[in-house]
């Protein structure tokens, strides 16, 4: 299957500052990908609809100028987390379409444990 | 809007026995995809097997298959000769084909499946 990428795999960071999370798609062209939530023994809540070309499509209720999302190109969207509270830490999980399948098909990158302090 | 639940919070089962694990959604799009993903310790998500709305055959990959029910709006997932590393969070996942939101995977809360040796 299709592999997608996140870089960093954990992050720790003061109360106060901005991370930025990196998704990949290593082998095919994802015009869009998805950033996904998910707190300790929940499920995956969808944060954010990323396009390549055009701004990203925010679910109810996320702070967009919170969560900023930028798909640089066809292979590449990044999640940046601004002014983090300890509230914002939780795991990320990006997921990009790949077209090419016989469905129209999600995959899912290693997520990024993000803990703010 | 679409609703994806999955009743049984926690299952286990003997290595080698077989398991059925539940889910039903709700929806009045005709034309859709169903999933069901693991999760393993390593929160990687790994797509086990999906299904088209429009296919009437039951979706089979090796030791897993599905049992889809259109009109009772069920879609369970049969795990047979089950393994040790099968032991994983099993999700249940809708997508719409048309309409707003369409592409957006839509999960339920999870299943956490245990094999015992």
């Known amino acids: 299957g299709a592999v997608v990428s996140q870089h960093p795999s954990r992050v720790i960071c003061k109360s106060g500052t901005s991370v930025k999370i990196e998704c990949r798609s290593l082998d095919f062209q994802a015009t869009t990908m998805f950033w996904y939530r998910q707190f300790p023994k929940k499920s995956l809540m969808l944060m954010a609809t990323?396009?390549?070309?055009?701004?990203?499509?925010?679910e109810q209720g996320v702070e967009k100028d919170k969560f900023l999302i930028n798909h640089a190109s066809l292979t590449l969207s990044t999640l940046t987390v601004t002014s983090a509270h300890p509230e914002d830490s939780s795991f990320y999980i990006c997921?990009?379409?790949?077209?090419?399948?016989?469905?129209?098909?999600?995959?899912f990158g290693p997520g990024t444990r993000l803990t703010v302090l | 809007a679409q609703t994806v639940t999955q009743s049984q919070p926690e299952m286990s089962v003997q290595e080698a026995e077989t398991v059925t694990l539940s889910c039903t959604y709700d929806?009045?799009?005709?034309?859709?995809?169903l999933f069901w993903y693991k999760q393993p310790p390593s929160r990687q998500m790994i797509l086990v097997i999906r299904q088209e709305a429009y296919k009437q055959q039951n979706a089979t990959e090796n030791r897993f298959s599905v049992n889809f029910q259109k009109a009772a709006k069920s879609f369970s997932l049969k795990i047979s000769d089950s393994q040790l590393g099968d032991t994983a969070m099993y999700f249940c996942a809708f997508m719409k084909l048309s309409g707003g939101s369409q592409g957006n995977l839509i999960f339920g809360k999870g299943t956490k499946l245990s094999v015992k040796p």
């Open positions: 990323s396009n390549e070309g055009s701004k990203a499509t925010y």
């Open positions: 997921s990009a379409r790949d077209l090419r399948g016989p469905a129209d098909t999600q995959y």
């Open positions: 929806t009045s799009e005709s034309n859709y995809y």
